[in-house]
């Protein structure tokens, strides 16, 4: 079996930037020089913090795969092996800026602060849509999106707004496409998969951001799958050349590499907050896990390269760099007792999880009373009253 595959013979290019190697020892990549600033002032105790927060989630991630096999999720998707990018990327996050994920991006979800059995409640099927976005709580953490990409066009529409509300403070009120960006307080991230660059909204929505230079950062983990479909398959150049070609900042990290991520998050970040547009960040990356608890990944691809890419365990790596930084085994330790508390935990509030209010899956569609949900309810109001009973 190829190191390559399933990325195709060219998907490093040149060299991804990554400030760890595969083993998890500082060793930056000559790509990284250029972002090494970036990381100066991150300290020892946020890194532990990233560490706890990427092994919760990969505690969590095991226990909602028992969950499911339990019969008491729906379905799941398991985040295993991205947890690193995540970690680092939304660190990177001001907590002013607004997210978009898919449906796979537990670690972001839980370091913005949405709670963990907010984030198992869409796979039960106990809420019509996610968590409140509004509460604070939620750190600007968007919902959860299944249908492949429609997050990247919520999320250019958004950044639009933020360019065009600082335009407005400004007394500009033009928006042109081509003219040029503006300051904003805020930034935009839109996260995706390798698979989901061949949909036409991921394409508009650079399109989009580059013309009106909108705070945006997509950032794309391809983690080599896209179900049974490998990333080869997909696209016959690196992806991230190809949103070069829109006009976005765009390189490639190492996706299994927290710094990495954290590194030029940040500068792109701040550089779409400073109105110098849209960028985009490929995050190589592996799925080690299945693609969903529905998903039989043994029929599409070998064990040889499941087990290569275990042996770069974004976690287990960072424990690596984190002992070598003076990290103990006391700290280890305690990391371990409290997470299975908060799973304990997790796994109760899981199980207990309120049925959502009925009527709420109308309420929020449109911010007004709207004839098509007043005649659905209605609708509703008499199928239920067909059974007879309280029902
Ligand atoms: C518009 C649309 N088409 C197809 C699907 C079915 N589908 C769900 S996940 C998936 C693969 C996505 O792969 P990728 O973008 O690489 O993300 P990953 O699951 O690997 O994180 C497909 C085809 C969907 N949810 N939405
Ligand atoms: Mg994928």
């Given amino acids: 079996m190829s190191d390559t595959t399933p990325f195709g013979p060219d998907w490093r290019d040149p060299e991804p930037i990554r400030f760890l190697d595969d083993e998890g020892r500082y060793a930056p990549s000559a790509t990284a020089a250029e972002f090494a600033a970036e990381l100066e002032d991150v300290d020892l105790d946020q ?29 799941w998707a398991p985040s295993m092996g991205q947890e690193g990018g995540q970690v680092g990327i939304a660190h990177a996050a001001l907590p002013q800026d607004h997210l978009f994920p898919t449906y796979r991006e537990h670690t972001v979800a839980h370091v913005r602060g949405v709670q963990l059995s907010a984030i198992a409640g869409q796979f039960r099927g106990v809420t019509h849509g996610g968590w409140d976005v509004t509460d604070p709580a939620n750190g600007n953490c968007h919902l959860y999106t299944l249908v492949l990409g429609a997050q990247t066009q919520h999320a250019s529409g958004f950044a639009l707004s933020q360019v065009l509300d600082a335009k407005r403070a400004q007394g500009d009120s033009s928006l042109d496409p081509g003219a040029p960006g503006a300051p904003t307080e805020a930034a935009t991230i839109a996260f995706y ?199």
């Fill in 193 to 391: 998969g390798d698979g989901t660059t061949s949909q036409g909204d991921v394409n508009e929505s650079m399109v989009f951001a580059a013309s009106f230079q909108a705070p945006l950062v997509h950032v794309m983990q391809n983690n080599g799958w896209a179900i049974s479909v490998p990333a080869v398959r997909q696209s016959r150049t690196p992806f991230y050349r190809r949103a070069l070609g829109f006009g976005l900042r765009a390189v490639q990290i190492d996706g299994n590499d927290p710094l990495a991520g954290y590194a030029v998050a940040k500068r792109f970040l701040d550089a779409a907050r400073s109105g110098e547009g849209p960028g985009y960040i490929e995050a190589l990356t592996y799925r080690m896990g299945a693609h969903t608890t529905s998903d039989d990944p043994t029929r599409y691809r070998e064990s040889d390269e499941v087990e290569s890419w275990r042996e770069k365990d974004p976690v287990v790596r960072f424990e690596t760099y984190l002992r070598e930084l003076g990290a103990d085994d006391e700290f280890f330790e305690q990391t371990a007792a409290q997470i299975k508390a908060v799973i304990a935990e997790t796994r109760e509030a899981i199980l207990t999880l309120p049925e959502p209010d009925r009527d709420s899956m109308f309420a929020h569609v449109y911010s007004e009373p709207h004839p098509v949900m007043t005649a659905q309810r209605e609708w509703l109001d008499r199928y239920e009253a067909s059974f007879g009973g309280d029902a």
């Fill in 47 to 75: 890194l532990k913090q990233w560490y706890l927060d990427m092994a919760t989630v990969r505690a969590f991630d095991i226990e909602c795969t028992h969950l499911q096999r339990q019969g008491q999720l729906a379905l």
